[in-house]
């Protein structure tokens, strides 16, 4: 780890400074850009997500960290009730137990042949904490574990990926992310037999992401029949998911009082999710970093902790400054919530001729005046893990000072997706 980096003139303790005055004090050594994470608002994050979880574990969702340091540091605190990671490939989930790292459920099925391999040759050896569980929706994922030499002696855990989707019209319209195919108890049920009758496979827990809660922000900005849209559409999946979430619990729960593990929701939906009492976990990561997309929703408010900051190269005339890079923008459907957002100086916005750019970021408003060649522009990511592949490391700052400098997963050379 890199030794702290301590700006002069670092003011008294007792001295009261603004996020960004702060920050920018504990980065002022640092050329542009570069990515940072304020620690003090990522801790009171990982606190908040265990308040509203109210004591069911939660499992961290690493695509939205992306760095070990990181995960290192939300796991390290038992008493958050934050246990165990939700990797999103089979490969990167091997490199964390490779790493120390326990209790890793992959999140997405696997055709990897070789990570599958691997994952069946390590099980013969894993303690029961440090196991890798892959997820299953299909007969076709059972057969590749057994063709990768899952059998008797050398099981491996799976769970099942079931669709919390809102069904309307008899399936006719659908809300929600296209994940799993398996949608009723009777679908459940059928591959939980195909599971149970499988010598080398063992049925650990399902899962159910209520992306249409979760994920989508009910409160979009200057759209408020969408808002009310939104708020209407996800009361409804609550009410329709609680019913159906325990009858598919009920379906895929093997006989015999083995623990089962039920996993639910994301950052977005946690209080409705742990409000079912069959739901043993929930899983968040994003509500750590507290990304721009939070912005839009009324239910809770996550600190923003996650940074990149962009140099100012150019000033083609009043009113707007040009950044160097910036164009990191945001999976999901295309649209203008996906690119990152100014954060300050408070007032600038993006050019809607050219948003974020891969060369230069157009940055508007009269605050663009203020800003001289060499200053810079602190943004935010519109989701969270992602700003990780741009940058090979991380600076973290507590108070007005860094106090360390971390890879991530980039920087320590690994692509998993």
């Given at each position: 780890?890199?030794?702290?980096?301590?700006?002069?003139?670092v003011p008294d303790a007792t001295v009261q400074l603004s996020d960004?005055?702060?920050?920018?004090?504990?980065?002022?050594?640092?050329?542009?850009?570069?990515?940072?994470?304020?620690?003090?608002?990522?801790?009171?994050?990982?606190?908040?997500?265990?308040?509203?979880?109210?004591?069911?574990?939660?499992?961290?969702?690493?695509?939205?960290?992306?760095?070990?340091?990181?995960?290192?540091?939300?796991?390290?605190?038992?008493?958050?009730?934050?246990?165990?990671?939700?990797?999103?490939?089979?490969?990167?989930?091997?490199?964390?137990?490779?790493?120390?790292?326990?209790?890793?459920?992959?999140?997405?099925?696997?055709?990897?042949?070789?990570?599958?391999?691997?994952?069946?040759?390590?099980?013969?050896?894993?303690?029961?904490?440090?196991?890798?569980?892959?997820?299953?929706?299909?007969?076709?994922?059972?057969?590749?574990?057994?063709?990768?030499?899952?059998?008797?002696?050398?099981?491996?855990?799976?769970?099942?990926?079931?669709?919390?989707?809102?069904?309307?019209?008899?399936?006719?319209?659908?809300?929600?992310?296209?994940?799993?195919?398996?949608?009723?108890?009777?679908?459940?049920?059928?591959?939980?037999?195909?599971?149970?009758?499988?010598?080398?496979?063992?049925?650990?827990?399902?899962?159910?992401?209520?992306?249409?809660?979760?994920?989508?922000?009910?409160?979009?900005?200057?759209?408020?029949?969408?808002?009310?849209?939104?708020?209407?559409?996800?009361?409804?999946?609550?009410?329709?998911?609680?019913?159906?979430?325990?009858?598919?619990?009920?379906?895929?729960?093997?006989?015999?009082?083995?623990?089962?593990?039920?996993?639910?929701?994301?950052t977005g939906s946690i209080e409705s999710s742990v409000a079912e009492?069959?739901?043993?976990?929930?899983?968040?990561?994003?509500?750590?970093?507290?990304?721009?997309?939070?912005?839009?929703?009324?239910?809770?408010?996550p600190k923003p902790a996650a940074f990149f900051v962009l140099p100012?190269?150019?000033?083609?005339?009043?009113?707007?400054?040009?950044?160097?890079?910036?164009?990191?923008?945001?999976?999901?459907?295309?649209?203008?919530?996906?690119?990152?957002?100014?954060?300050?100086?408070?007032?600038?916005?993006?050019?809607?001729?050219?948003?974020?750019?891969?060369?230069?970021?157009?940055?508007?408003?009269?605050?663009?005046?203020?800003?001289?060649?060499?200053?810079?522009?602190?943004?935010?990511?519109?989701?969270?893990?992602?700003?990780?592949?741009?940058?090979?490391?991380?600076?973290?700052?507590?108070?007005?000072?860094?106090?360390?400098?971390?890879?991530?997963?980039?920087?320590?050379?690994?692509?998993?997706?």
């Open positions: 780890m890199a030794m702290p980096i301590v700006p002069s003139g960004h005055d702060r920050l920018e004090r504990a980065c002022a050594g640092l050329d542009a850009p570069f990515a940072c994470v304020d620690l003090d608002a990522f801790d009171s994050n990982r606190e908040a997500l265990s308040r509203r979880a109210g004591g069911t574990s939660i499992r961290v969702a690493s695509k939205s960290v992306r760095c070990r340091a990181l995960l290192e540091r939300v796991l390290s605190d038992e008493s958050t009730g934050i246990r165990g990671v939700l990797a999103l490939t089979l490969p990167e989930a091997l490199w964390l137990t490779d790493h120390g790292v326990r209790d890793v459920v992959v999140g997405y099925p696997s055709v990897d042949r070789r990570a599958l391999a691997e994952l069946v040759r390590r099980s013969q050896s894993y303690a029961p904490e440090h196991r890798v569980t892959v997820m299953v929706d299909a007969v076709e994922h059972l057969d590749a574990l057994e063709r990768a030499g899952a059998t008797a002696g050398s099981e491996v855990d799976v769970w099942i990926d079931a669709d919390a989707g809102l069904w309307l019209f008899d399936g006719r319209v659908r809300v929600g992310p296209k994940r799993s195919p398996l949608h009723s108890p009777e679908q459940l049920t059928l591959l939980a037999r195909e599971v149970w009758g499988r010598p080398g496979l063992r049925l650990a827990g399902m899962m159910a992401y209520e992306g249409q809660i979760a994920g989508v922000g009910d409160q979009p900005p200057g759209q408020p029949l969408r808002a009310l849209a939104i708020k209407g559409m996800q009361a409804l999946s609550r009410r329709e998911l609680r019913e159906r979430r325990q009858k598919l619990v009920a379906a895929a729960t093997p006989a015999g009082g083995a623990p089962f593990f039920v996993n639910a929701g994301g009492p069959w739901v043993t976990e929930v899983t968040a990561g994003s509500g750590l970093f507290g990304p721009a997309l939070f912005d839009d929703y009324t239910r809770f408010r100012v190269v150019r000033r083609p005339g009043r009113h707007v400054v040009t950044a160097l890079g910036g164009g990191y923008i945001a999976s999901g459907p295309a649209g203008r919530d996906r690119l990152p957002r100014p954060w300050w100086p408070a007032g600038l916005s993006l050019d809607p001729q050219e948003g974020a750019g891969e060369t230069q970021t157009p940055l508007r408003g009269a605050a663009a005046d203020t800003l001289k060649i060499g200053d810079r522009v602190w943004m935010r990511h519109a989701k969270a893990g992602e700003l990780c592949e741009r940058f090979d490391r991380l600076y973290l700052v507590s108070g007005d000072r860094i106090v360390d400098e971390v890879p991530t997963y980039r920087g320590e050379g690994q692509c998993f997706l």
